[in-house]
């Protein structure tokens, strides 16, 4: 545990200021798009047009972190049933594994305390509720079944992307427009959770604690899901690493079959050198 801190610690710090500026930056475009008093929110009074520009501005930022120097760097998780789904899958060692989780969930707490600290009331306005993500209107099954589903879309597509060696750079550019997509469509259903970090940091600031076992369980059993689907499909030696965007010239910390594929070839070419 020691070694793995001592050596990772810039990747954990990395993870935990990655997921509080994007929780910053959702409770600020909530406020501005939901609070009663927002010029946004009497500008714009269809819900759907707001949801809309909700998602591509939360996909923006997103976008930004991953394929920024930090996100090169950690990998971009940003979200703890990720990391676990990629411990499960054997690409994240366990004490990175834990490092990365409890990150998230200092990243998102410092997140949203900041958010109050700047937004003040119009964060609690019972409009914005803290962003808490609570069941919609057809109930905590019908919640659940949805976080369940679109974790389980974004692990498929994250695993299924990354791995292909031709598209791996697109893997951010594809998780984060599904995203913006499910900000759009499944919001109302459970609040577009799919992070139980996120989601603990808002319960603790509205101290909405009800249906937090709800957002618990849903994103890791969709995501360890979706990671059993694509191994059934390609086997466990087609998960290659567990970075978002690994083609760059930050160092990876995870085990990383690019860096083993890169070891062979230099291997190989050493041997073929004249003697």
């Not at 990876?252 to 041997?271: D, K, M, N, T, V």
Request: proline share 6%; aromatic share 8%; hydrophobic share 55%.
């Amino acid at each position: 545990m020691l070694a793995a801190l001592k050596q990772h610690w810039p990747e954990y710090l990395m993870e935990a200021a990655e997921l509080a500026i994007l929780v910053l930056a959702l409770c600020c475009v909530t406020v501005a798009l939901e609070y009663p008093a927002s010029p946004l929110h009497r500008a714009i009074p269809d819900p759907v047009l707001r949801r809309l520009l909700k998602g591509l501005t939360i996909g923006l930022v997103a976008l930004g972190i991953i394929y920024s120097p930090w996100g090169k760097q950690s990998g971009a998780h940003l979200n703890p049933s990720i990391t676990f789904t990629y411990f499960r899958l054997r690409k994240v060692p366990g004490w990175d594994a834990l490092g990365y989780i409890l990150a998230h969930f200092a990243g998102a707490i410092v997140g949203i305390l900041l958010a109050a600290l700047v937004l003040r009331d119009r964060l609690s306005d019972p409009a914005v509720h803290s962003v808490t993500t609570l069941p919609g209107m057809a109930g905590p099954a019908v919640a659940f079944l949805a976080e369940l589903l679109i974790s389980f879309l974004l692990m498929l597509v994250i695993l299924t992307v990354s791995n292909a060696e031709m598209l791996a750079r697109l893997t951010g550019l594809c998780a984060v427009t599904l995203m913006a997509t499910c900000i759009l469509l499944e919001t109302p259903l459970s609040g577009m959770s799919m992070n139980p970090a996120r989601s603990f940091a808002a319960a603790l600031l509205g101290q909405m604690w009800a249906w937090l076992w709800l957002y618990f369980l849903a994103p890791p059993l969709g995501m360890l899901l979706a990671a059993q689907v694509y191994v059934w499909l390609r086997g466990p030696d087609a998960v290659i690493c567990a970075k978002l965007h690994h083609h760059n010239n930050k160092r990876c910390i995870f085990h990383c079959g690019y860096r083993a594929r890169e070891e062979q070839q230099r291997a190989a070419a050493l041997s073929r050198q004249p003697r």
